[in-house]
Structures are given as C-alpha cells and as structure tokens.
C-alpha cells in the first residue's frame, strides 16, 4: 500500500475481518420481564412474600390476596419507571459519518463508514465528519471542529508536519493538541485533507468514550443509597422482634397458628407498604416543579439526588459560558481603551471609554470598519433571528460593530471591496482592498505578532514604539484573552498585486476576545457556595483560560500563586494516576480547575470524588461530557446546545441552557428529600405504634389487638391516602440556607428516632390502654377491636400534621398550605366511616359504626398526641439553639 493508491480491496477486506467493523459499541436492553423481576429483590418484598404465603397457609386467604396484589401494584410502577428511564449509548453513532470517501486501488471510492479499516487513506473535505481517527498526510487550510472531545470552542488548525515536543511522547500531549491527527467524529470547518486510518471502532477516541458510556454503572443515586440502608435496618429490626416474640409464645404454649398470625401482624405493621407508591409520586411531583424552573429529568430518582449533591464539577465551554467568542476590550495603539459589554450574539452590549477624558471616535470607527471589510464571515437578521455563517473569530467583530449601530452588511455596502486576501492558517491573517471614504484602503486583520510585523508606524504613538504595543498584547493574553490587531495603509492607487502592498502599515489597534461567562452564573456559583456546595470547573481548553474565568466566577478566589487555585492539566492529572491513586485522589481533593482534561480523565476524577465520599453532579454538553455524566451520581446536560449523546446520557436536562436553574433543580431536590422524610416519619412511626400495640397485648396476655388484614387497612388505605398528600407540601423556606446533608448521613437519623419513639410509645400505649379496658369491661375481641383500630385511624389523622415539620410548631404553620392534605385527612377519616357503614366491607374489616359521642372521645384522646409532639418540638429546639 503507499499512500496514491490506497488499500487494494482484497488487503481491505483481510483487514476488515481482523479489526472488524468501524463501528461503536452499544449498552444491553435488561428487558422488561428483567425489569419486573429485579422490583422483587428487596428485603421488604421477601418478607411480604413470606406474610402473604403464611397466611395462605393459615387459611387467612383475604390477607394473602391484599398482600399480593400490593406488592404486584409496587413492582409494576418501579418497572414502568425504570423501563422509561433506561436508554443506551446510541447517540454516539449518529457521531460518526455512515459514509466516507476513500482510496481503493489508486481509486476514490465512497464506502460505508462501517467498512473503513486500519491503513485506508481518507480523503477530508469541508463539512466532512471524520469517519476513524487518522494521521494527517496532506493537510491545505484544514480546520477541524473538535469541541465534542476537547470542550474548545474554537476550530483546531491542522498541521501535517506537526512533529510535538521531543521531551515528552505523544501520548502524553492533549487531545487538542494533536495537530496532525483528525478523530472520528468531529467536523470539517474548512479546507481539505488526508490521511491515514490508525483507528477504528471502539478504538478511536470517541469509541473510548462510547465504551466508558456503555460499561456498567455502578454509581448509586443518592435516595438510593439511603432508602436500601433503611430498608435493612428495618428488616432486621422487625426479624429480630418477631423471633423474641415467637421463642416467647412458643415457651408460653400458645398455639403455633396463633404464633404464626402474630408474626404475619408484626411484619404488615413494620413494613412501610405505602413508602415505594409514595416516594413514587414524591418525585414525580418534584418533577414537575424542576419543569416550571427550566429542570427536565430523565431518571426519576434523580430529581432529589440534585438536592443530595454537595460537589458540582461542571464543564466550562457552553456551559458555565456562553460558547461564543465575545470581545471584550479594544485598545487603540496609543494605549486608549475601551470596554465592550454584552455576551455572545446580544447586540444590545455597548463600547465604552475606560477613561472618560480618553476616547478617539475617529481610530476607533476605523478599527471597526477595517475588522468588518477583512473579514469573509456573514451575519443577518432573519425574522429576528441571528443568523450565521463563518468563523467564530470573524463574527465576533461583525456583532462588535453591530453594537455600535453601524451594522456588518451596511458598512460592506457603504466601502465597496476591489480586491481581498482569505485567511489562511500559515499567514495568520486576511486583507481586504476599498473604497473608503475618498481614498483606497488597505485592511489588514489578524494576530497582533503577524500584523506588527508588517507596520512601522501606529496612530497616536511617536516615533514608531511599537514594542509597547506588543507588550500590552502580552498581557491581555497573560488574563485569557485572544487578542487580534487590525491596521490599515491609504493607497494611491489600485495594485496589480494586493500582498506586495503589505508593508509600512500603521497599526490602528486591537482587540481581546473570550468565551464569557454566562450572566447570571456568577450568582448562581455564589449560591451554591453558600449553599455548601463545591463548584469545580472542568474543561479541556485552555488552564490559563480557565484559571482567569474561574477566579471572575468565585471558583478560584485568592492569588494565581497559590497552589490550591492553581488549574490541574490532564498532564498532571497522569502523572498523578501513574504514581498511585492516592496521590490522584489527594490532588483532586485540593483543586477546583482543571484543564486540557480529556474526557476518560472527566470520568476518573467523578470517580475519585464518589470514592472520597462526595455526593457528585456533572455538567456538560458535549460528547467529552457523556462518560462523566453517566457515572456521576447525577448527570446535567445542556438543551439547547447539548449533544444527542450529553442528554441521553444525563439524568437531568436544562431546558434554558442555564446554569443558575441547577440552584432552583437543587431546592426542589431539597423539598422533595424533606418530604420524604416527613413521609417516612408518618408510616415509620404509626406503623411502631401498631407494633407497641401488639407487643404489650401479648405480654399481658390479651388476644391480638389489630388482625393482619386491619393493619394492612391502616398502612395502605387510611394513611395511604394521607401519605399521598403529605409529599404535595410546599417550601419550608430555608433549603438553600442549610448546608447538603452529609453523604453518611441516613435518612433515619437522630431526630427522626427520637420523634418516632416519642410519637409511637404514645400512640401504642393509648391504644393498649384502650383495648385493655374494653376487654377488661367484657366488651367482644371484634368490637374492642372496632374500637381501636377507629382511634388509630384518628391518630393517623392527627398525626399527618405533625408530620409536615421536624421543628416548626404546627401553630405556626400556614394551615391551608397544603389543601390536598387537609382533604386526604378527611377522605381517610371518611372512608373510614364509609367502611363501617357498607355491608360486605365492613364484614372484611371487621368493623361497624360507632355512637358520635365515642367517636368525639376518641378524637379527644387522639388530640393529644399533638401535645407530646409540640412538648418535644420546643425542647429539640431548645437543645438545638443552645448548642449554635
């Protein structure tokens, strides 16, 4: 093979059965009967299963079904979310071309971008995709759109003959740059090329990413992680209750059906059935509040795992900024500046003298006007929108001059061209010829080292010192800045050859250009911050870029000198994994920057953060993003600018592009985690107190207080209803004031076992009190039980109100906050009564109705519940307060 005639068809096709296909990898469907089945894997569902068989086994058939069919109802709203939310890596292929011009023979031939393999030559034209990672062997003016790896965004300059640095070996220099190296995937921006294919399939660079996108995750959310802790403490709890309890009954002699009906009572009551239905709906909720604030989510649990995060590592280019190139400051030769506001394509920004008593209109409307005529990039208003076509550098003074009113198409109209020389990457410069004004006019724009070189003059400046204007470029640069010069030369007459007029210019000026931030997201960092959230910048562009954007935004707020603010490359993020991975992890733990990162180098610092014990969510938009955003704990892409593969990968999407909506996603995280602890508070508790019933009417001998199909009625009907309204509450009002919880932290913590003793000893005493004196009055078993499971209802309706706060008095919350609970209350309460009163049912429940007067007493007595829990409530505070 030599590199005119390409691969023979006979060598390709040897190569393409020993390579394979030039395609990428994709994640495995689990199925929706793999789905279904995986719902039962939980501690929870084994016991039920086990309650429902025994009480099969016990000719308790009715409780058997009820146990059954809610466990089917659980299992099947976990699958349709599940199922709904699982999506594989299948983006990326839209990345890659499917078709690609190649040599076969001495021949071009457009093949299937399948069939490329290692050794083929590819041919590269303007608005090609590259179809496999090549070797440059004939580049002319090929630039190469490479965000979707590096996160820049401006268009790599391609160099055959680029050669590296001969300290350090290739693999070792940045995606970025590798400039005589073309990926799969990216765009062709301009001129042509070709090269040789060295990579296919999963290993080219993007198929390094597809395959870390496609590997298994093994990241838990958040609500997750703490929901299956609890689950376990649960369980074993109840099992190690219901063996003391069955070694007791056995040792006492009581019947072994009656032992084993005890046991099937213990565990309805223990188990939160009501808990999955309701998270369920918890976060749906949350759901659709994060809509309303520009927050779409993919994966349901991802909705309270914003709220849980305490690290955000987000990606700077599109992200954190606006991912167009803005000019910032022009500065005039004699040192005359001015400052340029309005990011991106908002034209509304104004040019302002940074001195008041320096402004010279005259140079500063020639600057615009020669930036505007040396310049091959379009810019127009179409039905109001900004339409463009050309090179990010190019436009960014079209929208400068069209901020001074002067506009780009107006101005080319006004100066008429005769004559221009296009950019080219090895003059690092354009011209252009015209009629301006009365006189012929030389413009030349482009970087301030080219354009320098061919003045020897500049406006305002005596003498012809233009060394001070190389150094002030110098430090424009020093701050992040790209800077361009523009300068002009007045013609006698029309040349016959435009480049020999490029000489004796006279420097008019120049300009710094950035990728700003975004408006609002200064604001939104601080609020993070405050919030006790680390903010962490991300980027594959430049460090001294994303050092200087990273102290404006808050990141990075003391001295460049000092180590901890210093940005970290992927060069040393390397060498750091190359000696140990305490030595990455140490180094991660101290930064807030770090640039030219690629993107396995993105997943691996997501990695150590998780590892440390950080709640991580990632941002990002690009295809470099995908693998960090799939293994984070929550992913964040970008709407509008996202790429297929950075949304199908993430859990949450921004509608508006707008970082600052992640602070409204992590406050309604916050609200729903709150209210599903108050939901847990509420079953955990009662469902005690139906388990200190229990326990204390069979120590003393009493029959069962509450048979298995009553407490199932308890738990999933009455206060299931309750429940359902309690996760509607709104806002406590201090969720972006207190600190993310800690990652260890569980979601039965101390508070909350300290309300749930309190509030289930009181609920369970009263309630044997009250059996124990109706059986003790020789009143039935059925109506004493009539009797206590209609004040267990009315303790559950009491008790929702307690639950709507861990530490604000019920007397000072807003009563009608919540209209949905004060309407789940009374259709508990009334259904409840309804069952009493419906013949068939009531003979299931075992109940019938009761006289106003009783049923006035044992709200009384229900009513006092609230006291214990306010009693508590005022000396938790008081603890509280007294250690701040």
């Known amino acids: 093979m030599n590199n005119a005639s390409g691969l023979s068809q006979t060598e390709a096709q040897t190569r393409l059965q020993r390579y394979g296909l030039n395609q990428l990898p994709e994640a495995e469907y689990s199925g929706l009967f793999k789905i279904f089945v995986r719902q039962f894997k939980s501690p929870f569902i084994y016991v039920l299963l086990v309650a429902a068989i025994v009480s099969a086994g016990l000719g308790q058939l009715l409780n058997s079904v009820f146990i059954l069919v809610i466990l089917l109802l659980n299992a099947s709203i976990g699958s349709f979310q599940e199922y709904a939310a699982e999506r594989a890596a299948s983006g990326l292929k839209k990345m890659v071309p499917h078709r690609a011009t190649v040599l076969r023979d001495g021949k071009q031939v457009t093949i299937d971008s399948a069939e490329i393999v290692p050794g083929d030559i590819v041919l590269l034209a303007s608005g090609d995709k590259v179809a496999a990672d090549l070797r440059l062997t004939h580049t002319m003016e090929l630039e190469v759109d490479e965000s979707m790896l590096t996160g820049e965004s401006l268009a790599t ?56 996108v496609s590997a298994k995750d093994e990241t838990q959310p958040p609500l997750v992680q703490r929901i299956k802790q609890f689950t376990m403490r649960i369980t074993w709890s109840m099992l190690i209750l219901i063996a003391l309890i069955f070694i007791i009954t056995v040792a006492r002699g009581d019947d072994i059906s009656t032992v084993f009906l005890l046991g099937v009572a213990l565990a309805v009551s223990a188990i939160p059935e009501g808990l999955p239905v309701a998270i369920t709906i918890a976060l749906a909720i949350g759901m659709k509040r994060m809509a309303t604030v520009g927050v779409i989510i993919r994966n349901l649990v991802a909705v309270e795992s914003l709220g849980s995060c305490t690290y955000i590592a987000s990606d700077k280019t599109g992200t954190l900024t606006v991912n167009e190139l803005t000019i910032r400051h022009v500065m005039l030769a004699d040192g005359t500046s001015y400052s340029v506001s309005g990011e991106g394509m908002n034209m509304h920004g104004e040019i302002t003298p940074d001195e008041k008593d320096k402004d010279d209109q005259a140079s500063l409307n020639l600057l615009l006007s020669g930036s505007v005529l040396a310049n091959e990039a379009h810019l127009e208003n179409i039905d109001n929108n900004w339409v463009t076509h050309g090179d990010h550098v190019d436009i960014a003074f079209l929208v400068l001059i069209n901020k001074v009113g002067a506009g780009a198409i107006e ?47 500049a406006i305002g400046v005596a003498g012809g010192k233009l060394y001070k204007i190389e150094r002030r470029a110098e430090r424009l640069a020093a701050q992040g800045f790209r800077v361009l010069a523009v300068a002009h030369r007045t013609l006698d007459k029309i040349p016959d050859n435009t480049k020999a007029c490029l000489e004796k210019l006279e420097f008019i000026g120049m300009v710094a250009m950035i990728d700003p931030l975004r408006p609002d997201v200064i604001d939104a960092v601080k609020q993070c911050r405050d919030g006790g959230i680390k903010v962490a910048m991300v980027t594959g562009d430049h460090p001294l870029t994303a050092q200087v954007l990273a102290k404006e935004l808050g990141i990075a707020r003391e001295s460049i000198s000092r180590l901890s603010d210093a940005a970290v490359t992927g060069k040393q993020l390397k060498a750091a994994k190359d000696t140990s991975d305490d030595t990455f992890d140490n180094l991660i733990a101290n930064r807030r920057v770090f640039a030219r990162v690629e993107p396995h180098q993105k997943m691996q610092i997501v990695e150590s953060l998780i590892n440390s014990g950080e709640f991580v969510a990632v941002t990002g ?17 970008m709407g509008k600018r996202g790429s297929d593969v950075a949304r199908e990968n993430a859990d949450l999407i921004l509608t508006d592009d707008n970082f600052s909506s992640i602070v409204q ?8 985690y709150n209210n599903i602890r108050k939901v847990i508070f509420l079953l955990i508790s009662t469902g005690a107190a139906e388990i200190t019933l229990v326990i204390l009417s069979i120590l003393v001998g009493l029959p069962l207080p509450l048979m298995p199909l009553q407490l199932l009625w308890l738990n999933l009907v009455t206060n299931g209803i309750q429940d359902v309204a309690l996760v509607f509450e709104p806002e406590e ?28 000893i009181t609920m369970g005493c009263i309630a044997f009190a009250v059996f124990y004196w109706q059986i003790s009055k020789g009143v039935d078993e059925d109506n004493a039980r009539n009797i206590t499971l209609l004040l267990m209802v009315l303790f559950e309706n009491v008790h929702v109100f307690n639950s709507r706060s861990e530490t604000v008095s019920i007397f000072r919350q807003n009563f009608f906050g919540n209209p949905l609970l004060l309407f789940g209350m009374l259709a508990a309460q009334g259904i409840h009564i309804a069952a009493m009163h419906t013949p068939g049912l009531s003979s299931i429940l075992m109940v019938e109705p009761v006289s106003l007067s009783l049923w006035g007493q044992l709200l009384l007595i229900a009513l006092f519940l609230i006291v214990v829990d306010e009693l508590h409530k005022l000396w938790h505070n008081q603890i509280y307060n007294s250690h701040a």
């Open 411 to 457: 101005t080319r109209k006004r100066y008429t061209e005769i004559s221009s020389i296009p950019y080219e990457s090895h003059n690092a410069y354009s011209a252009s010829i015209n009629r301006y004004e009365n006189n012929i006019e030389l413009f030349v724009k482009g970087s301030v080292e080219r354009v320098l070189s061919m003045c020897d003059r």
């Open 733 to 760: 009002g201090h969720e972006l004031q207190q600190p993310p919880r800690k990652p260890g932290e569980p979601i039965f913590n101390r508070l909350m076992l300290e309300r749930v003793i309190v509030n289930a």
């Open 621 to 637: 938009d690009g295809v470099n993003d995908a693998p960090a955003l799939k293994h984070a704990h929550v992913g964040i892409a």
């Open 157 to 212: 300059i391609k160099d055959k003959n680029f050669t590296g640095d001969d300290n350090i070996s290739p693999e070792e220099i940045p995606l970025g740059d590798r400039l005589n190296l073309a990926y799969a995937g990216t765009v062709v921006l301009r001129g042509r090329g070709r090269g040789e294919v060295i990579a296919t399939g999963v290993d080219t660079e993007i198929g390094k990413i597809a395959t870390d």
């Open 665 to 672: 996603g992590i406050k309604q995280g916050r609200i729903v």
